[in-house]
């Protein structure tokens, strides 16, 4: 595994990139304006204030000067980025360790995290998409119990002819059927699943409940899925742990038997569980995923198992740069027709556009 030491350490690694003056990387021109690029997972602040308390909302609306790659937990810091592993960074072996203990104040968003989250703009995402040469993107919401960020999102983006929202319902709230329709009224384009953020198994009855709801729609569901971390990270506290495995994929064959056949997408290629997530997708032909934070490696296995037909751009903006599954998705592929295919042929199709 090499070990950077500083941007220019990756710089000199990844000649696809370039570094802005706020310390951020973006694909190089010249790379970028070969293809038609849309990202099919990426937030703004309003899509995901629900992860942050109330009483840290401070939304910055013309920040174009923070470096979101310095303020992610992903790599976290500039010596643990690795691209060969999914997330792009390593973890510690131990929580109880400085490196672990770091990395939980870090995942619980302090101090870093929570001012990327306020400072994501709809104005920063034009910027950062425009800089990488990226041409639309598809904008997920995280529900809160009221179902009210949804529209919020809505309200900002509602201008902007190439970005595409997918609505999310919170499971436990009411008027599951009410909400769906005022969304489509909204012109969402299809529906967001969160099981780790919610801390609701992916196989619980209410979540259950509202997959069947939303199928109806046939609108595409994607749903976060697969291990964010491993489980087996030495003094875990228990409500990661818990937390982490209400996405675990063995939870999901049972679920899709039960629901029809309608465009479910796998987030993050089913992140460490991504050979689990190849056998579900042969058993579910109906079935996609976003290659966001996913390795070379992986990304060629998914192509020689299910194809680049099911395969999806995505880089979970802002908390990811979007430079490195680009990279790692050029350099997965060979040919142009399987490249414009994966970064955006197949999200067309999706989002039902010409
Ligand atoms: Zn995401």
Redesign the pocket.
């Known amino acids: 595994m090499n070990i950077f030491h500083s941007k220019q350490d990756i710089l000199t690694d990844f000649p696809e990139i370039s570094l802005s003056e706020q310390g951020d990387f973006f694909l190089k021109k010249e790379i970028g304006k070969q293809f038609e690029i849309i990202d099919f997972?990426?937030?703004i602040f309003e899509s995901?204030s629900s992860i942050v308390p109330s009483f840290l909302h401070n939304p910055i609306n013309n920040d174009l000067e923070t470096c979101f790659f310095d303020l992610s937990p992903y790599p976290e810091k500039i010596e643990y980025f690795c691209f060969e592993s999914v997330f792009y960074r390593s973890w510690p072996h131990s929580f109880w360790s400085k490196k672990g203990l770091r990395t939980f104040f870090t995942l619980l968003g302090y101090p870093k995290v929570v001012k990327l989250l306020n400072s994501a703009s709809i104005e920063r995402l034009m910027i950062d998409m425009s800089k990488s040469s990226i041409n639309g993107s598809v904008i997920?919401v995280?529900a809160d119990k009221k179902n009210q960020n949804t529209r919020f999102t809505y309200d900002k983006i509602k201008s902007h002819p190439n970005i595409w929202l997918f609505g999310s319902i919170h499971p436990f709230s009411k008027n599951k059927e009410k909400t769906v329709d005022q969304f489509l009224n909204l012109g969402v384009k299809g529906f967001?699943i969160?099981p780790h953020v919610w801390k609701i198994d992916f196989d619980h009855p209410e979540n259950i409940t509202l997959l069947k709801i939303l199928a109806k729609t046939g609108l595409p569901i994607l749903s976060?899925s697969g291990f964010p971390i491993s489980p087996d990270i030495r003094k875990m506290p228990g409500y990661l742990k818990k937390m982490i495995y209400t996405q675990d994929l063995n939870k999901y064959e049972k679920v899709l038997d039960q629901l029809p056949a309608f465009p479910f997408i796998f987030?993050?290629g089913g992140l460490l569980q991504h050979k689990i997530l190849i056998q579900l997708m042969k058993k579910f032909p109906h079935t996609f995923t976003d290659i966001?934070t996913q390795t070379i490696g992986t990304i060629k296995n998914f192509l020689s198992e299910v194809g680049c037909h099911r395969l999806l751009f995505?880089s979970?903006y802002p908390?990811f740069n979007p430079v490195f599954p680009l990279i790692a998705l050029l350099r997965a592929t060979h040919h142009d027709e399987e490249r414009a295919t994966i970064l955006s042929g197949n999200a067309k199709k999706l989002l039902n556009l010409p």
């Open positions: 997972h990426t937030h995901i997920h995280i967001k969160n976060c987030a993050h966001s995505g979970d908390f």
